[in-house]
């Protein structure tokens, strides 16, 4: 009989159902980086050197979203959550793309203006990146290795904020095409997990099964979440994007036609 492999990713092995929620992630340097930035984003404004000093309230208020999210996701039980559930790494992967990163994205826009953003670059980066880390063997790997954990963590969060600068930087209609695009290409990737005829994520063959949910299971529900809330949430941003262009359009003509 084949050995099982035991994984003993990042947040650490796979809980059971009567152990998780004491399962807080005590990793000391994460404790320590996050708690430097709670000092630089909650101290007053005008004696804050770690954010620009033009910084509005509502890109401070960005940034201090962004912080809570990220403590959320890699301090809290859902961090050793997610060793169990392929489930709960699509929705932790999901958080970082479409919630971390959009915020950070808003909050750090005035220290991040001289960074080039090319909008086709960037969304076929942050695209890559995504469908990369969840192919079945990168996927195992980032499990198997703290250095290539971090690694999909950045280069998820990193290649999406270089997304959402682009977005913001350019103008309605291409932005509208860019997260169009980035809509097929996450709900392709969510139905080949979801339509897939067996369980391809080895981390999770086992960890599933203290909880009653087979690994197949548990990766059809992760396929859908990627495919159905995933793609939702994109096109809520393309209707924001509209509505506002819409008006800025309305109020265009409203200056210019005789009254």
């Known amino acids: 009989m084949q050995e099982v492999r035991r994984w003993i990713p990042y947040c650490g092995e796979a809980p059971s159902p009567e152990a998780w929620l004491g399962r807080w992630n005590d990793d000391p340097l994460l404790w320590s980086v996050l708690a430097l930035l709670a ?22 208020t960005a940034l ?53 953003a090319p909008l086709w670059p960037c969304t076929a980066i942050a695209a890559l990146a995504f469908w990369t880390w969840h192919v079945p063997a990168p996927y195992a790997a980032a499990l198997s290795s703290h250095a290539v954990y971090a690694l999909m963590q950045l280069s998820i969060a990193g290649s999406a904020l270089a997304f959402w600068l682009a977005v913001r930087r350019s103008g309605p209609a291409e932005a509208l095409a860019a997260i169009l695009v980035t809509t097929v290409l996450m709900g392709l990737l969510g139905a080949l997990i979801t339509f897939a ?14 909880w009653g949910v087979s690994p197949l299971e548990d990766q059809q529900l992760a396929g859908i979440v990627m495919w159905a809330p995933g793609s939702i949430a994109y096109l809520l941003a393309a209707v924001w994007i509209g509505w506002r262009w819409m008006r800025v359009e309305r109020d265009r003509r409203l200056r210019v036609e005789p009254a």
């Not at 067996?198 to 099964?209: D, K, N």
Request: hydrophobic residues 55%.
């Open 39 to 60: 000092v630089a984003l909650w101290w007053p404004a005008r004696t804050t050197s770690a954010l620009p000093t033009a910084a509005s309230a509502s890109r401070r």
């Open 64 to 116: 201090r979203w962004a912080w809570a999210f990220t403590a959320l996701l890699y301090l809290s039980p859902l961090c050793a959550l997610s060793s169990a559930f392929f489930t709960v790494r699509v929705v932790h992967h999901m958080a970082l793309v479409l919630v971390v990163a959009p915020l950070l994205a808003h909050g750090l826009e005035p220290a991040l203006r001289r960074l080039p």
């Open 197 to 210: 005829a067996r369980p391809l994520y080895e981390p999770h063959i086992a960890s599933t099964l203290g």
